[in-house]
C-alpha cells in the first residue's frame, strides 16, 4: 500500500513539475497555449508615421500561464510588409515561418526563426522564395511547404537538425496551364497524419471554372515507419523523456 502510495505521489509531482514546459496544439496560426508558456504570432498593419503603414509579423510570449504578455516584437526582416505567419513548437524550441515582401528579387523572402530561450530572443534567417509557407513537425523533423514566388508551383523542404539547415527544394505540383491575373492560385498545408505527412492544396478547376470545390491535390512527403507506434500527441520529445525518468527515479 505505500508503494502505491509512493508511485502516486511521485506521479503527481511530475506532473506539477513538468507542466510548464509543455503547449498544446495551436489553436490556429497565431496562437500556442501550454500551462505556463504560452506564444503568440501574428500579423498587423503598423503606422510609421507621414502616411505609412505596414504589415508586420508580431511575437509575444507569457512565461505566467497567461497573465501577462512581453510587448511585441517584430520579427519582419524587411523594411516592407511582412504576412502569413505560422507557428509551432517543438520540444521546448519556438519555430516561426512566415513571407517577407523584399524588393530584389533575388534574396529569399520566405524567412525562418527559432528560439530555444521560451521566445526570449530568436535566431533568424532567410531560407526559400515563395510565398504562403507552412511548416509541421514529425518525429522530430520539421516539414516546410510553400507556394512559389509566381505561385504556381508547391515546394517542400525538410530539416533534420530543428532548422539549422534545409533539404535541396523538391517540386510537388506545377501549373501548366494558362491562368488570368483573376485565377486562384493554390495554398500548400501540411497535415500530420498516421500514416504520415502529407501537403495539401486547392484552387480553382481550370476545366470547370463553376466548380465550387475546385482542383485539390494530396501527397504522402513522409511515411509512417515501424518505430512511429504512437498517437502523435505523444510523440516521443526530451520533455517526456524528463518526466519519464524522474517518475521511474522515484
Not at 44 to 52: H, I, R, V
Request: hydrophobic content about 35%; aromatic content about 14%; proline content about 6%.
Amino acid at each position: 500500500m505505500k508503494t502505491k502510495i509512493t508511485i502516486i505521489v511521485c506521479i503527481v509531482a511530475a506532473v506539477i513539475i513538468f507542466s510548464g514546459f509543455y503547449a498544446y496544439s495551436p489553436i490556429n496560426d497565431s496562437e500556442i497555449f501550454g500551462p505556463k508558456n504560452q506564444y503568440k504570432f501574428w500579423q498587423e498593419e503598423l503606422d510609421f508615421g507621414n502616411g505609412m503603414w505596414h504589415t508586420r509579423a508580431l511575437f509575444s510570449y507569457s512565461h505566467d500561464y497567461g497573465k501577462t504578455f512581453s510587448a511585441p516584437s517584430d520579427m519582419s526582416m524587411t523594411n516592407e510588409n511582412a504576412h502569413e505567419p505560422k507557428m509551432i513548437v517543438m520540444d521546448d524550441d519556438v519555430i516561426l515561418v512566415w513571407r517577407d515582401e523584399v524588393e530584389d528579387d533575388s534574396i529569399p523572402n520566405i524567412s525562418f526563426a527559432k528560439s530555444t530561450d521560451f521566445g526570449e530572443t530568436f535566431e533568424k534567417k532567410r531560407v526559400f522564395h515563395g510565398a504562403r509557407p507552412d511548416i509541421k513537425q514529425y518525429d522530430d523533423v520539421l516539414y516546410l511547404t510553400w507556394a512559389g514566388p509566381d505561385l504556381r508551383q508547391i515546394w517542400y523542404s525538410v530539416s533534420t537538425d530543428k532548422g539549422e539547415t534545409f533539404s535541396e527544394p523538391s517540386l510537388i505540383f506545377a501549373i501548366n496551364w494558362e491562368l488570368s491575373p483573376y485565377d486562384e492560385r493554390p495554398t500548400p498545408t501540411l497535415d500530420v497524419y498516421s500514416d504520415g505527412v502529407v501537403v495539401s492544396w486547392k484552387m480553382r478547376n481550370p476545366d470547370d471554372k463553376s466548380e465550387p470545390l475546385g482542383l485539390s491535390g494530396k501527397q504522402l512527403i513522409r511515411e509512417k515507419t515501424e518505430t512511429l507506434r504512437l498517437p502523435v500527441l505523444f510523440l516521443k520529445s526530451k520533455r517526456l523523456e524528463r518526466f519519464m525518468s524522474f517518475v521511474l527515479a522515484c
